[in-house]
């Protein structure tokens, strides 16, 4: 199979989007019970018609995704969400989508009977999503469908921020890639579990929990894993995920000096420091002569690179993928990642992180995980 890429400007007019050609194929292709991937403000994802079982088996193949792993599906409307779950829905879930939709808010509710098993995982749950990508938003309309999307990537790997990370993934697996520029947010949406007593944080993501408990009134719970023999209810739960083929290794500790002395007993391997401003402070600490290049860091082999302010970890959300990705291409064996605070937006970075990475080092008590 030959992989199309079309492209399509999001900065134009709701009407010429949709009267694209790379809409109306992709509203062709997924009527005809394809797979598609699409851009959404999060990262791309790959489509298809949720209520068809085999489309979602042809999101599953495509990305050897685990069949337990259950799909977020994607609606245009408000009033699509009562084609997969059961009328009415709770007060708290109307309040979060009044507040946050359309966004990168999932939703889990109970789901309709009509809904493939394929799609949920064999779970009785749902989750739902109204993304605000105005191509996304168009093909929605203009299809008529509600589209199960996952990220269209290999699974376990970095999710793709752009239309050529879904091409190097998926090239020759899919029919069409539909190019709308590189997301604005850079990681999956925020995952809310609606169906018990309580709300629980099943993924930190673009919406925030400062912003979740605004609206609660009260801390949300959190539940970030799950037992290995049980059933996720939401992506990002049970299986290694965001990892790039380098090696990562996450590095705590307030000290400069002491993350540059870490970062160079990297034993012969092509490495790269990943930090914030700390980078600055060991360059000038480098250029005093504070600091010396040791080991690994003295013969070439180590680079460092400013991934973004750790005041600001909007701009480290949105490049984050797509740095582990531009950093596998360049033939890096080891990514050394400073860790960030994880507050705001940065539990989300710092889920993803942990996630991707093979061990933790905090330097400053001397553990590693």
């Known amino acids: 199979m030959k992989t199309e890429i079309l492209k399509v400007d999001s900065n134009m ?137 996952p990220s269209a990537n290999s699974s376990g790997f970095p999710s793709p921020t752009r239309a050529n990370h879904v091409l190097r993934d998926l090239n ?49 719970k959190r539940q970030y894993d799950i037992e290995p023999d049980s059933s996720p209810k939401s992506p990002g739960l049970k299986y290694k995920h965001y990892s790039p083929r380098a090696d990562v290794i996450l590095l705590a500790s307030n000290s400069p000096s002491l993350i540059w002395e870490e970062a160079c007993k ?11 401003e700390t980078a600055e402070e060991i360059n000038d600490l480098l250029a005093s002569s504070e600091l010396k290049a040791t080991g690994d860091c003295a013969d070439g082999n180590f680079e460092i690179f400013e991934m973004g302010s750790f005041v600001n970890p909007e701009i480290i959300a949105r490049r984050l993928f797509a740095l582990l990705r531009d950093m596998d291409n360049q033939g890096f064996d080891i990514l050394l990642v400073e860790k960030i605070s994880d507050s705001g937006l940065g539990e989300a970075v710092m889920n993803r992180l942990m996630r991707a990475a093979s061990q933790v080092i905090n330097i400053d008590n001397e553990t590693k995980e």
């Not at 005809?32 to 088996?57: K, M």
């Not at 050897?64 to 829905?89: E, S």
Request: with cysteine.
């Open 172 to 220: 020759n697996k899919i029919p069409l890639i539909v190019d709308g520029g590189s997301c604005s947010v850079g990681l999956e949406s925020t995952v809310v579990d609606l169906t018990a007593d309580e709300p629980v944080l099943l993924r930190p993501g673009g919406i925030t929990a400062y912003q979740l408990e605004e609206v609660i009134g009260r801390k949300i």
């Open 266 to 276: 990297t034993k012969g391997k092509r490495a790269l420091l990943i930090t914030t």
């Open 13 to 149: 007019s709701p009407a010429d989007i949709l009267g694209s050609e790379a809409v109306i194929k992709a509203t062709r292709l997924l009527q005809q019970g394809e797979v598609v991937a699409i851009p959404t403000e999060t990262v791309y994802g790959l489509a298809g018609d949720c209520f068809n079982p085999d489309a979602v088996s042809k999101i599953f193949a495509a990305k050897g995704r685990p069949n337990d792993n259950p799909l977020i599906v994607h609606i245009a409307d408000h009033k699509d969400i009562y084609r997969v779950t059961p009328r009415p829905i709770n007060d708290l879930a109307f309040e979060l989508i009044t507040r946050f939709w359309p966004g990168p808010l999932t939703i889990i509710l109970p789901k309709k009977e009509e809904l493939p098993s394929e799609t949920t995982a064999g779970l009785d749950t749902v989750a739902i999503r109204m993304p605000s990508h105005p191509v996304t938003k168009a093909i929605l309309s203009r299809s008529g469908l509600i589209l199960a999307a």
